[in-house]
Nanobody, 126 residues
Framework: DVQLQASGGGLVQAGGSLRLSCAAS????????IGWIRQAPGKEREAIAC??????????YYADSVKGRFTISRDNAKNTAYLQMNSLKPEDTAVYYC?????????????????WGQGTLVTVSS
């Protein structure tokens, strides 16, 4: 079974930082792109970052809303992906999920994600 578990969420003040982790199992982690998706209260899910697998040549995708503030990375030896979030804003408040795509390259569309994990809540206070 493909399993993904996000962790590291919490309460942080505006301007602060958090680092989310995504532990994965049940598939060849290094071969697939891994992304971060968030859902804010009352809003649709938004794909915010994605990092390609080995075959993806280090390809990345960032949504405009997080570009320059968030950085996605991965440790294939640990089957773990990360999302470093800096300069957090109240509008970043959301449940954050990690997900496995169908492909090796970074993807943008939510439709290209095959499996999702349970999310972790990030709350940014003003």
């Amino acid at each position: 079974d493909v399993q993904l578990q996000a962790s590291g969420g919490g309460l942080v003040q505006a301007g602060g930082s958090l680092r989310l982790s995504c532990a994965a199992s049940g598939f060849n982690f290094a071969d697939f792109s891994i992304g971060w998706i968030r859902q804010a209260p009352g809003k649709e899910r938004e794909a915010i970052a994605c990092l390609g697998g080995i075959a993806g040549g280090g390809s990345t995708y960032y949504a405009d809303s997080v570009k320059g503030r968030f950085t996605i990375s991965r440790d294939n030896a640990k089957n773990t992906a990360y999302l470093q979030m800096n300069s957090l804003k109240p509008e970043d408040t959301a449940v954050y999920y990690c997900a496995k795509s169908y492909f090796g390259i970074a993807v943008e569309s939510l439709k290209l994600y095959e499996s999702w994990g349970q999310g972790t809540l990030v709350t940014v206070s003003s």
